[in-house]
């Protein structure tokens, strides 16, 4: 599966941004999808996941509370709404896929599938 992420931008402080990520190919819905996000010089780190169904979803305790992933298996895209936005949340963005079972859904080693990834910018 193929995706494609979008959204990113600049925003102020206590600011909203949504990010959506696309993807191609008719067993989408099959797949749990996350996003994870990279900041300069730190690694990339576990944001958010949904699995295939919508029924099981997970958050990073930074975002918890902030943040909600879902996501249109019709439209085969995963969202990210992002509230109340902080300098700290400023990095690259990146949507992610793999198969579920079996996988670990917070660990990048585990995703098989990446979008190119999007910036996110919050000014204080």
């Known amino acids: 599966v193929q995706l494609q992420a979008s959204g990113g931008g600049l925003v102020q402080a206590g600011g909203s941004l949504r990010l959506s990520c696309a993807a191609s190919?008719?067993?989408?819905?099959?797949?749990?999808a996350g996003w994870f996000r990279q900041a300069p010089r730190k690694e990339r780190e576990f944001v958010s996941y949904?699995?295939?169904?919508?029924?099981?979803?997970h958050y990073a305790d930074s975002v918890k509370g902030r943040f909600t992933i879902s996501r249109d298996n019709a439209k085969n895209t995963v969202y990210l709404q992002m509230n109340s936005l902080k300098p700290e949340d400023t990095a690259v963005y990146y949507c992610?896929?793999?198969?579920?079972?079996?996988?670990?859904?917070?660990?990048?080693?585990?995703?098989?599938?990446w979008g190119q990834g999007t910036q996110d910018t919050v000014s204080s």
């Open positions: 992610a896929a793999h198969m579920g079972v079996g996988y670990n859904y917070n660990s990048p080693a585990d995703f098989h599938s």
């Open positions: 190919g008719r067993t989408f819905s099959s797949y749990g």
């Open positions: 949904i699995n295939w169904s919508a029924s099981s979803r």
